[in-house]
């Protein structure tokens, strides 16, 4: 009864200020989704292909150079760099971008990073390789895909909204974290239970990592439709440097078959956004 009573008050409180839930249409035409085996036959090394970002449209080449789980690539041409410099704003980084890999006529799903490092072979400005996940692929230190690209893929080929609303409430938790770390509005909204200007809140963001995340087994939670996890989540925010926060972060659903929402507008109060 006070779960009942306190979703009714959240709801109401969300109507007063105008705040409702994202429910946008994803769904993306002839874009594939391939598993990481089948795309390393499919570009094997020293392959070229095109990688469109998706977010901008922007386009480069690329070739593989290496990489046995996942593809280290590098810009074909100091032209292909200068683009992919322009995708992140000038300025080398680790971000995640969902993006499209191009070859043929096919357009497969996939996700990079913008930070060069390691060897580089190519005379394109480029000191060294970045590199580009597949559905399925993993890090060279992990054998389970990085949450991030795992997510960044979801987004490109449209299936973020279907894991979401399948995700238990930690999964969500993740996922919303790891929105604000790789500085990506469309995650954070998509995980949110209200509609928030995230650009000027995600730009403050340096870095964050949950540190502890409480969990209870999620068989446990199936008619629950309201949840306040204990966290631990450490922040590096942009003139600020390092603050923890250390509380509860406050989910909801509407029924037990819908999908988990965190509550931002507390989120964002509980940590001086």
């Known amino acids: 009864m006070k779960k009942t009573v306190c979703l009714f008050l959240v709801v109401i409180q969300i109507l007063l200020n105008g705040y409702g839930v994202e429910a946008a249409n994803e769904k993306k035409d002839n874009i594939e989704m391939p598993d990481w085996k089948k795309v390393n036959q499919l570009l094997p090394k020293y392959s070229?292909?095109?990688?469109?970002?998706?977010?901008?449209?922007?386009?480069?080449?690329?070739?593989?150079?290496?990489?046995?789980?996942?593809?280290?690539?590098?810009?074909?041409?100091?032209?292909?760099?200068?683009?992919?410099?322009?995708?992140?704003?000038?300025?080398?980084?680790?971000?995640?971008?969902?993006?499209?890999?191009?070859?043929?006529?096919?357009?497969?799903?996939?996700?990079?990073?913008?930070?060069?490092?390691?060897?580089?072979?190519?005379?394109?400005n480029f000191p060294g390789h970045f590199c580009i996940h597949f559905y399925g692929s993993t890090t060279h230190r992990t054998n389970s895909m990085d949450l991030s690209h795992m997510l960044m893929i979801y987004k490109a080929a449209g299936h973020l909204n279907q894991y979401l609303a399948k995700a238990d409430p930690y999964q969500v938790i993740n996922a919303y974290v790891a929105g604000f770390k790789q500085q990506d509005s469309a995650i954070v909204s998509k995980t949110s239970l209200q509609i928030v200007k995230w650009i000027p809140i995600l730009d403050k963001v340096e870095n964050v990592r949950i540190i502890r995340l409480e969990q209870l087994p999620p068989e446990d939670l199936t008619e629950e439709i309201s949840l306040d996890v204990p966290a631990v989540i450490d922040w590096h925010l942009k003139g600020i440097g390092r603050q923890t926060f250390q509380g509860e972060i406050h989910l909801i659903r509407f029924s037990p078959g819908d999908a988990w929402k965190v509550d931002s507008k507390s989120f964002l109060k509980e940590n001086d956004f």
């Open 48 to 124: 070229k292909f095109i990688v469109q970002d998706l977010e901008t449209g922007k386009r480069f080449k690329v070739q593989r150079r290496a990489g046995s789980q996942h593809a280290d690539v590098q810009p074909l041409t100091e032209k292909d760099t200068n683009i992919m410099k322009k995708i992140y704003g000038g300025k080398w980084s680790w971000k995640r971008r969902a993006i499209y890999v191009i070859h043929n006529k096919q357009r497969i799903a996939a996700s990079m990073h913008g930070m060069p490092h390691g060897a580089g072979a190519l005379k394109n």
